[in-house]
């Protein structure tokens, strides 16, 4: 069954939201790499096929085909991630989780120990977009540029 386009049917939403992704992008100092690597995380928390088949591509650009495969599993792996990846990869499991995790005090401090206050906050703010973002594109089936 074909969804709605929803950056189509509510255009001025989509260009708010598209204007919190384009700061995180372009006007923050996180690392495009890690920025990749989060959404992709986040989006496969969610189960949202677009964002991860778009997120995949954007991070292969940057990291071995061997470790984004690993993403899923990174804290059995984590020779793979630096200090800073694994760090903001737990915090974006628990705010992607938040019902679950309420976003833990032990997360929180190991962001906190690796990320300046800003930085911290941008990533916040980058999982959570991300998590917007999921919640547009998994209910409305956006496609996905995978062909068989």
């Known amino acids: 069954m074909t969804r709605l386009n ?6 001025d939403g989509a260009k708010a939201l598209f204007g919190v992704h384009h700061y995180i ?9 890690l920025v990749h690597l989060v959404f992709l995380r986040v989006s ?3 189960g ?3 964002c991860i088949d778009l997120h995949t591509r954007d991070l ?3 990291m071995p085909v061997e ?4 993403l899923p599993v990174w804290r059995e792996v984590p020779h793979l991630f630096a200090d800073r990846y694994r760090a903001a990869l737990d915090w974006a499991e628990e ?3 938040l019902s679950i995790t309420h976003a833990s005090d032990e997360a929180y401090a190991a962001a906190a120990a690796v990320f300046e206050e800003k930085d911290l906050v941008d990533l916040t703010i980058a999982i ?12 409305f089936r956006l496609p996905v540029a995978a062909k068989r």
Do not use: Y
């Not at 929803?6 to 255009?11: N, Q, T």
């Not at 959570?128 to 209910?139: D, E, H, I, S």
């Open 6 to 11: 929803w950056a189509a049917v509510a255009p």
């Open 25 to 33: 992008t372009t006007r923050t100092g996180l690392p495009e790499e």
């Open 44 to 46: 496969q928390i969610n």
């Open 48 to 50: 949202c096929a677009h």
């Open 60 to 62: 292969l650009k940057t």
């Open 67 to 70: 470790i984004v495969a690993l």
């Open 95 to 97: 705010v992607t989780n």
């Open 128 to 139: 959570a977009a991300m998590n917007a973002f999921n919640r547009l594109g998994a209910p």
